[in-house]
């Protein structure tokens, strides 16, 4: 057949006698030539011209837009697309009912398809060019479309072509655009006048696309772009080669800042409050404050979200038509259609929408348009529910900046509350705002669908919409339940947690008593309590899973059988198909509802507890303190005439001051106020209870002197500092400060103290989460001069080299790996390092030893601050430093008992004078006492051993590497691409195998069944709705009754058998991750309690303590859900693309391109997910720990006066957390707007397919229903994948620890080879003993002989690193013993079993360790012992006396560590602890190292008398304790250089011990 324009069956197609425009053909190919116009003018320009416009500012040029009306363009384009398909179609429909071809009814309009899209692109260009002008060729093209098309409709209306007729909707439709489209390129010109204009419009980019430091362009690309996160490619892309850190993502667009939203957040807030200001009882509404400054997006987002659900229900209708028009055709075969005359060749709507290919197209247009919207709602609530988080963060902190301290301390407002605002209120309410527009949207969506299931099915649809209703509720009762049931499990969480950290903080205690497995049961015992709140969890998660999955199918199936037996008429295939399209849109929602609804409940209650904390009491405003900016300025302005001189002077400043001071002095102010810098007059102060703590306060603390304020614990000290602060609540009375500023005549010395705040040194020493060089210098420039004064005043050199990285080491969080004192001196520090006139100490000395209190008195006090000439406000109960202060305040039960000089004292208040004398006698004696105890050597060890273990182990975090040691390294960086880019599936296995093989077994065989049979139901449906319509048999009644009752039948017995199934595999799937769970917790409890001894000394406690909490947290609670949802999703869609191919096997040719596409995209996303979720997650920590300790250090941060430092620190952290999930939520939009694409490209592929090869209307209906399904999963699939794969990780952490070589328990001999009471005499032969740690490390003692008496008593010495510890160790075999042998009482010791040889000897250890509990589980946990001898163990260690006062005697309370006790009392719980064990043998290992004189006496007496008859090993670091020994074994090196007694030893000169002797004393 010949082609022609304008067909050639038509004689009349060129005819123009009754005018050239009547002629139909030639109005068409008219409507042509704007179209090639454009094509001809853009496409060299598109080609060519691009190349000269590349210099342009360095901007992310490519997403400026910035010519007016860019968005209504845009939409406009894609209207006009969108009418030109309707259009092509049409041509095309009406051509099929031409005898010949004609071309000039699609041909124009496939042309204008394409230059519309021409258009848009140019139009692009040249928007991102800046090239205005280039703009006239589309101006004449809207005009010429607009021309050209009006005459098409006008013919029309002359015509007289009804308004049905579908050509001339869509001509009508298309001359109102092109108008539009002229309208928005005339606004082009008139606001940038690029033409006929004189002076053309000047633009700038905006700031954020100008700083090249803003990745995140979501707010600044074209429409487009925004709709498929097109900009996010690159980051997603580059991923793959290099990890995604914070510097690929940048920082946030100015919009999104935390200060930003939180400006908005708090003027819509004082609004409200002035709203309610009048009415007392009223409180502001956070709600319309929260509505007022994020109102506008929500309501944007919702929306979309109703045009996303109004076109979700496209689907079941197109089914439905595609199903009928098949079903039609099929039917109506026979009767061929006639062919229409060509002149007119008009079609109607209705006509139109019957073809199903039109239907089919319509489907995949409204898909994408719905998933669009979709995707777009959820990001705009997404961003505003950041901004809202942003916002709300920084109005918590800056109050928290402002709360009054009583009230923290009075405990109205705890820390742990702050905390929870800050990491659960705020958060609840950014969920609640992501499912904000679920609330209103799903009403309008559950309406709409019960209605259109009514037109379709009738009264029987109610009834499947009334079970879908009834059993919603019982989905919100399930969520309620499962709520109540996580909270109790997180309780038995914590409480295990902190019994495993009691466990790893005394691992060495429990090894060397052999007491691990009772420690290991009570842990054991938690987890079981835990476990069982954990299957509550587990059972009410897989009832949520079933209610889901089998609400559908009890639906369908009443609604189904009612119809069955209600309907004369059989059901369609159409009907049916719909209506399961229906049930499945309306389940969503429903089983939103409930948790949408939980939410709003939380968010209710977190909005009340935010009014709470945002009206509670703050804290006065202090306007000396508060540092009126003004009067610093003012003052400055005065002096700037002395400033040159003073510059030029060589003096130090400090003299030049004085000099200039005391003129302008005289005049200014009377003597007596002029030498002082804080006056309290009549002051009444309390804390927030309205009882004065200080009452009738009158003080003066004199300029530039040492005042020293003292008085008994508790006489309020600290409170007056804290008073003088303004922490306090004044109740009547004033501080006075003198205003330093009038008396300060240089600008540069008013510039370089800060003058309105105070250093203080707090008397529980807080620090900061940073390195230690930071905290000393706490945002002060660094002057290493001064710095090094410093720490040399505070003694802290020698600590900082300890450190393994000097003073760059990060402290952990409040200080943790530092002791007390060396926490507190580090406070000390910041405050003398600070450049402030006043100085606050509150006892700095407490924790301190003498040696470090004198010196820091010395070179601190005296000499560091004196010479700076700072006011010193020094808190002590050390009065030997009495004679040191200029001005002394002392004080009683609030009040000042006296004020004075030590002088004034000493004349008007004898008493007092002589009861300080006293105190002072006692203290001296003491400090005699104490010069030995060396406290800060100890601390200094303890030191060491805290962080030097850390590099060592530093590669036990990189253990995520050792999975790939098979594959050779052939190119480094190719190798981890590989491993960034695979699946964890060795661990996956390990972890499934964990749960046991029978229940993988189980829930394999159970999700296959389960998924069979839910396509079996639908299979089912599928034959019988085609068999009942098929031939229409006009049989007998019965046969269709019965044919009916048997299809219901099957139908129903499936669908019950798919509802028990659904129950089953959701309760395998969480029974098997419990399994799982508690296997895996189990095997790495019992692996860390028997390791080495080593592994401990290695392993820094933080990363052990992690695989218990964190990691044992997602393998309980978080991989069983992924791996539900995971199974599900990948079977449901497996189960779709296996029901399409079987309906229409070509579709299996078009699923290999879709399946290489969805491959690719999860691939990429996988990586680049899993690194913003360690982005996000990681910079959370920071954030809440940056809350935590402004809380904890408010005073501190208050009296620097440093809230602004701060404030700025903790935007920063905000932002920065927020540009990470923003850009991992901008990244699951990316993934399901590429999958919900291709998901519509499924879907178009199977309509087509089975429109063209389908075998009957019921398969057709199935393969469409099963194909919309798959749109829905296939997002979830990647997810879930994606999480599973940072989940695995958690597993593979505790595999690492599980493959970890344990002690060797077993020994040659049998437990009851032993003799009960051995070692019965005590007698110990050391034979040619070698003791390393690790088979791979260097001997720690060689060949050491050795013979010990029953009874003896031997001290063993020699230098640091000798291999003293090491002995004492082997006697455990805690070491390795690879050469030689110890035999005690005639047995060796290595053929012992572990338990048995440990049990029987006692230790006791240089740091004394207490576990929480009672006194008596801690002297004796395996109950063993009568209580008679537990007070006869307490009675030697003299501490009955002590013991029997407290609350419950033996069952006394033994806080964490034994905090409550002193160092000293708990050194001799330890001794009870070694008498209560009746064993022959006793080493001390140092033991006297950490406790005062008193307790060393005490010690020393008990083991000459309580153990005279045992064997004691003392090891001893001061040579004068083994003086009296009886035989002293002297250590250097690992060798065994001189052993006898100890006067004879001292007769050597030269001997190392006789050096040793000397040293020391």
Known sequence: MRLAFCGNDNASAYNISAGVLRNVCFVDALNLVPHVFLLFITFPILFIGWGSQSSKVQIHHNTWLHFPGHNLRWILTFTLLFVHVCEIAEGIVSDTQMKSRHLHLFLPAIIGFVAATVSIVYYHNIETSNFPKLLLALFLYWIMAFVTKTIKLVRYCQDGVPFSQLRFCITGIMVILYGLLMAVEINVIRVRRYVFFMNPQKVKPPEDLQDLGVRFLQPFVNLLSKATYWWMNTLIISAHKKPVDLKAIGKLPIAMRALTNYVCLKEAYEEQKKKVADQPNRSPSIWLAMYSAFGRPILLSSTFRYLADLLGFAGPLCISGIVQGFQDTSNNTNATGKLKDPSNSYLSSEEFLRNVYVLAVLLFLALILQRTFLQASYYVTTETGINLRGALLAMIYNKILRLSTSNLSMGEMTLGQINNLVAIETNQLMWFLFLCPNLWAMPVQIIMGVILLYNLLGMSALVGAAVIVLLAPIQYFIATKLAEAQKSTLDYSTERLKKTNEILKGIKLLKLYAWEHIFCTSVEETRMKELTSLKTFALHTSLSIFMNAAIPIAAVLATFVTYAYTNVKPLQPAQAFASLSLFHILVTPLFLLSTVVRFAVKAIISVQKLNEFLLSDEIGDDSWRGGDSSVAYESCKKHTGLHTKAINRRQPLRYQLESYEQPSRRQTRPVEIDDIAIKVTNGYFSWGSGLATLSNINIRIPTGQMTMIVGQVGCGKSSLLLAILGEMQTLEGKVHWSNVNETEPSFEASRSRNRYSVAYAAQKPWLLNATVEENIIFGSPFNKQRYKAVTDACSLQPDIDLLPFGDQTEIGERGINLSGGQRQRICVARALYQNTNIVFLDDPFSALDIHLSDHLMQEGILKFLQEDKRTLVLVTHKLQYLPHADWIIAMKDGMVLREGTLKDIQTKDTELYEHWKTLMNRQDQELEKDMEADQTTLERKTLRRAMYPRESKAQLEDEDEEEEEEEDEDDNMSTVLRLRTKMPWKTCWRYLTSGGFFLLFLMIFSKLLKHSVI???????????????????????????????????????????????????????????????????????????????????????????????????????????????????????????????????????????????????????????????????????????????????????????????????????????????????????????????????????????????????????????????????????????????????????????????????????????????????????????????????????????????????????????????????????????????????????????????????????????????????????????????????????????????????????????????????????????????????????????????????ILQKVVMTAFADRTVVTIAHRVSHILDANIVLVLSEGFLVECDTASNLLLKEDGLFTTLVKTHK
């Open 1015 to 1497: 396509v079996a139901i639908d299979y089912w449906l599928a034959t019988w709705t085609s068999m009942d319509n098929g031939n229409e048999l006009r049989n007998a009644d019965d046969v269709k009754s019965t044919k009916k009752t048997y299809h219901v039948a099957v139908f129903s017995i499936l669908s019950g058998a798919g509802i028990v199934l659904c129950l089953i595999t959701s309760l395998t799937v969480e029974w098997m991750g419990l399994t799982a769970a508690k296997n895996l917790h189990h095997n790495l409890l019992n692996k860390i309690i028997l390791g080495p001894i080593r592994f401990f000394d290695t392993t820094p406690l933080g990363l052990i303590l992690n695989r218990f909490s964190a990691d044992t947290n997602i393998i309980d609670q978080h991989i069983p859900p992924t791996l539900e949802s995971l199974t599900r999703s990948t079977l449901l869609c497996l189960s779709a693309i296996g029901m399409i191919s079987y309906a229409t096997p070509w579709f299996l040719v078009a699923l290999v391109p879709l399946g290489i596409a969805f491959y690719f995209i999860q691939k990429y996303f996988r990586v680049a997910s899993k690194d913003l979720q360690e982005l996000d997650d990681s910079t959370q920590l920071p954030l809440l720990c940056h809350f935590s300790e402004t809380a904890e250090g408010l005073t501190t941060i208050r009296a620097f006066g440093h809230e602004a430092r701060f404030k700025q620190r903790m935007l920063e952290l905000t932002d920065t957390n927020n540009i990470a999930y923003l850009f991992l939520s901008a990244a699951n939009r990316w993934l399901e707007v590429r999958t919900d694409y291709l998901g519509a490209c499924i879907v178009l592929t199977a309509a087509v397919t089975s429109i063209t090869e389908g075998p009957n209307s019921g398969f057709v209906g199935l393969g469409l229903l099963y194909a919309l399904t798959i749109t829905n999963y296939l997002n979830w699939v990647v997810r879930n994948l994606a999480d599973l794969e940072v989940q695995m990780g958690a597993v593979k952490k505790v595999h690492s620890f599980l493959n970890m070589e344990s002690e060797n328990y077993e020994g040659y001999l049998d437990p009851s080879q032993v003799p009960k009471d051995w070692p019965q005499e005590g007698e110990i032969k050391i034979e040619n003993l070698c003791v390393r740690y690790e088979n791979n490390l260097k001997p720690v003692l060689k060949h050491v002989k050795a013979y010990i008496k029953p009874g003896q008593k031997v001290g063993i010495c020699g230098r640091t690193g000798s291999g003293k510890s090491s002995l004492s160790l082997a006697f455990f075999r805690m070491v390795d013993i690879f050469d030689g042998r110890i035999v005690i009482d005639g047995i060796d010791i290595s053929k012992l079993p572990l338990h048995t040889l440990r049990s029987r000897l006692s230790i006791i250890l240089q740091d004394p360790i207490l576990f929480s509990g009672s006194i008596r589980f801690n002297l004796d946990p395996e109950c063993k012992c009568t209580d008679d001898r537990l007070w006869e163990a307490l009675e030697i260690a003299q501490l009955k006396n002590m013991v029997k006062s407290l609350p419950g005697g033996l069952d006394a309370v033994v806080t964490e560590g034994g905090e409550n006790f002193s160092v000293g009392q708990r050194q001799l719980f330890c001794l009870a602890r070694a008498f209560v064990r009746k064993s022959s043998i006793l080493i001390m290992d140092e033991a006297t190292a950490s406790i005062d004189m008193a307790t060393e006496n």
